[in-house]
């Protein structure tokens, strides 16, 4: 290639290494490739694989997750943090940290609603799927998959808010919006579902209830280049956990049809065994093909989930703060042989059968063998320091102290006042309540569809009004829990 250059002797071209952020001070282990000058630094390529952080709390695991942020930024990737403990300490951090680096397009919820809505009706099936408890009956989860899949599938278009969404678990809607002999077979399943519909919309409205408008808002992960989500799970544990099941499920979609090409992002999960998620192994696959590296954190192994292993096993490298339950990371650095000393006490006539030695009084000798151990101890990493960690990748390890994010006061004092939400949602409603009723529109709209005419123009036009629910109470007059007054002091 360089060959095709002219040559120029006195300016031979520079060849620049890729640039390499530390994580830390080395402390030891084997993994020599990732050190420079006594640091161990990521390899930019290393930050676009999956990774997991586990330990115990307080003894640094967010602070590692924000090196690893900046040490992304650095490296050009956009970032997304989702925080299951909403804490706005780290939101703070997380923003200041943004700050200082340069990074222009930062979106912190739930000081913003998070649109998530966006995508066809398939994405928001997955989505609104992916929120329901993996542990729900299959009965149950066959009803609410059909009822959703009519919602979003609904002529007209998918809803594109919690609200328009809400309205069409309504069986009169549902006829209304099937209306027409083209649709028998929805209609079937409408007179089937009829008696469930009901209670399953109760799931529903209890979720988007919960998430306060925190869904309906009007920026997705495509509009920032480092977002973060907090969502608080000491306030309304279920719905965090929904939220982030959510949002790990349009992360997926954002990923793979939004996101634009070319850009890699990191994605952090603080808490994520909480999520259970069911499908971990596809997930992961999907997100590193389409460029979207996950981090997940966790208190110990435990704590990783029901998916644990898979979790582990996609996830290239492996970061452990102290923690109880080590082994079955620990693993993944191998074991070596190290020398074992023993004494034997030898007893008298055994070692001299046929020499004639004099006599002498047993003795004892030091024998010394190969014992295989883990390379990491499981001790030394149930007693390590605060901010020091064990970080495992490709059978290989390191010990290291990392290094904390330093934040100029200015900066986290600005970030600090910055990240509270707003006090109140807007109370505008973002879908008008319906003003026409549905009448004499349906008949002729059946017409149409009974001809098999129009099918096309009639899905393009905007949608249909939304028939007055008559069994449920509108969801833009529903109290909303003050889930984002959340003032409590921050501590720094
Ligand atoms: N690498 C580090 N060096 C120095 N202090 C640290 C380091 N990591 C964390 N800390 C401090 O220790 C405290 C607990 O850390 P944190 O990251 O919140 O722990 P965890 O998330 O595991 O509960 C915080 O006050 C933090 O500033
Ligand atoms: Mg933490």
Redesign the pocket.
């Known amino acids: 290639m360089s060959s095709l250059q002219p040559s120029s002797i006195s300016q031979p071209p520079i060849v620049q290494p890729p640039p390499t952020e530390p994580l830390?001070l080395s402390l030891g282990g084997d993994l020599y490739e990732w050190l420079r000058g006594g640091q161990l630094c990521l390899p930019p390529e290393e930050m676009w694989r999956h990774g997991t952080v586990v330990?115990?709390?307080?003894?640094?695991?967010?602070?590692?997750?924000?090196?690893l942020v900046t040490i992304a930024v650095r490296y050009g990737m956009q970032v997304i943090f989702l925080d299951l403990k909403g804490s706005q300490k780290?939101a703070a951090q997380f923003v200041a940290a943004m700050h200082m680096l340069g990074v222009e397009r930062i979106a912190v919820s739930p000081k913003l609603a998070y649109d998530g809505w966006r995508g066809d009706a398939n994405a928001l099936y997955n989505r609104l799927m992916a929120m329901i408890d993996p542990g729900t009956h299959p009965y149950y989860r066959r009803i609410t998959s059909a009822l959703v899949s009519l919602a979003v599938n609904a002529p007209g278009g998918p809803p594109r808010n919690s609200q328009e969404f809400l309205a069409r678990l309504d069986e009169k809607w549902l006829k209304y919006a099937y209306a027409g002999k083209v649709h028998w077979y929805a209609q079937r399943k409408i007179r089937k579902l009829s008696e469930h519909i009901f209670e399953t919309s109760l799931t529903y409205d209890g979720f988007f209830d919960g998430v306060a408008g925190g869904l309906d808002g009007a920026f997705a992960y495509e509009d920032a280049d480092a977002v973060y989500i907090g969502l608080d799970g000491d306030a309304l544990k279920e719905q965090a956990v929904g939220m982030a099941r959510y949002l790990l499920e349009d992360a997926a979609h954002y990923a793979k049809h939004r996101k634009a090409p070319g850009v890699r992002a990191l994605c952090i999960i603080?808490e994520f065994g909480a999520l259970g998620i069911s499908n971990v192994a596809g997930l992961y696959e999907h997100m590193r093909e389409a460029g979207l590296s996950m981090w997940a954190s966790a208190?110990s192994y435990a704590g990783l989930g029901s998916e644990r292993d898979k979790v582990l096993a996609a996830s290239s490298i492996k970061i452990l703060?102290r923690c109880g339950d080590p082994e079955e990371l620990i693993k993944f650095a191998g074991q070596r042989e190290v020398p074992a000393f023993s004494q034997v006490i030898e007893e008298e006539g055994e070692t001299r059968p046929l020499l004639a030695e004099p006599a002498r009084a047993p003795s004892r000798r030091t024998t010394v063998h190969m014992q295989r151990q883990y390379a990491v101890p499981i001790e030394d990493v149930q007693q390590l320091a605060?901010?020091?960690i064990a970080l495992i990748t490709g059978g290989l390890h390191a010990w290291v102290?990392?290094?904390?994010v330093a934040l100029p006061e200015d900066l986290l004092r600005v970030a600090t006042a910055f990240v509270p939400a707003p006090p109140e949602e807007p109370s505008a409603p973002i879908v008008p309540p319906p003003t026409r009723v549905a009448s004499k529109k349906a008949p002729r709209r059946t017409q149409a569809a009974a001809e098999g005419k129009d099918q096309q123009s009639q899905e393009a036009k905007p949608p249909e009004p939304v028939p007055a629910p008559p069994s449920s109470p509108a969801p833009a007059s529903r109290p909303r829990p003050a889930a984002e007054e959340d003032d409590s002091p921050v501590d720094f």
């Open positions: 830390g330990g115990e709390p307080g003894y640094g695991k967010t602070m590692t997750l924000l090196r780290t603080d208190q703060h605060l901010g020091t102290q990392v290094y904390p």
